[in-house]
């Protein structure tokens, strides 16, 4: 997490007030992201961690996240961590995982691993994520479930010095990122409508043929590198597209 994060809040608490303690620290990180000190999808330290750096007790700490995600302002899950919400009609242009967006809806995530290996980058992958070809990158294949429902493929690729062990990764890769200080500040998507060919239809549960959203992703970090480039292959039934202005496309998910 940023240290101007935490030194903001820091001066909001050392404020005077007569509000109890864990109401100032809920409306200071709650101003912390409207200033937008922390990005959409980032994540915030663990609790424990974050009481020892404000100085302030655990409980104080747990009570005011219980307000900030009863607000929906954060999004809490056991084993991932806690990150600030996508807020409602927001534009594909920002870093949120499939992760948050899901847990949003009141899901649960899982994924089934199909493989997370080290390869050398294909001529096409590698004009993607800006390397030479046959430089080592990481490959995520995965199977993307909601609920325990399959929902997603994906392909996803990242130069080696973002991921140099993809066989230990479990959870929210953004949530990973997070922890090792690497934040995504643009996501560009290429979006397109295609039927379901039969050895995917297998591994998502539904018919030959189906619709599917190809999405083509690429991720940047704070410095314009582009350190992720994926394909995701997401239902028609469970995802929708809302144009909502030329410039603001969303996918939602339809739980």
């Given amino acids: 997490m940023p240290n101007h994060f935490v030194d903001w809040i820091r001066e909001q608490l050392e404020k005077k007030s007569n509000s109890p303690r864990y109401i100032q620290l809920q409306k200071a990180i709650e101003m912390a992201i409207e200033k937008q000190l922390l990005a959409v999808g980032e994540f915030l ?16 700490v747990s009570k005011a ?29 920002q870093a949120v995982g499939f992760t948050s967006q899901i847990i949003k809806e009141g899901g649960t995530v899982s994924n089934y691993w ?34 325990g429902t399959p929902v997603s493929l994906e392909n996803t690729y990242i130069p080696q010095a973002y991921l140099p062990h993809p066989e230990l990764l479990e959870g929210s890769l953004y949530a990973h990122w997070e922890q090792q200080n690497i934040h995504l500040t643009n996501v560009h998507h290429k979006i397109k409508a295609i039927a379901c060919h039969a050895e995917l239809a297998i591994l998502l549960n539904i018919a030959e043929n189906s619709p599917l959203l190809q999405i083509h992703q690429i991720s940047l970090n704070s410095q314009n590198d582009v350190i992720e ?25 339809k739980p």
């Fill in 65 to 93: 996240m219980q307000l900030l995600e009863e607000k929906g302002v954060i999004i809490r899950q056991q084993g991932i961590g806690t990150q600030v919400a996508k807020p409602e009609n927001s534009s594909l242009n």
């Fill in 114 to 147: 199909l493989s997370r290996k080290i390869i050398p980058a294909p001529e096409d992958i590698a004009k993607k994520l800006s390397v030479n070809t046959g430089e080592y990158i990481a490959k995520l294949r995965r199977i993307r479930l909601a609920n």
């Fill in 45 to 60: 330290p663990p609790e424990r961690r974050l009481a020892e750096r404000l100085n302030i007790s655990r409980v104080t």
């Fill in 229 to 253: 480039f994926s394909e995701i292959l997401c239902r028609g039934d469970i995802y929708g597209l809302d144009f909502n202005s030329p410039q603001n496309i969303d996918i939602n998910y």
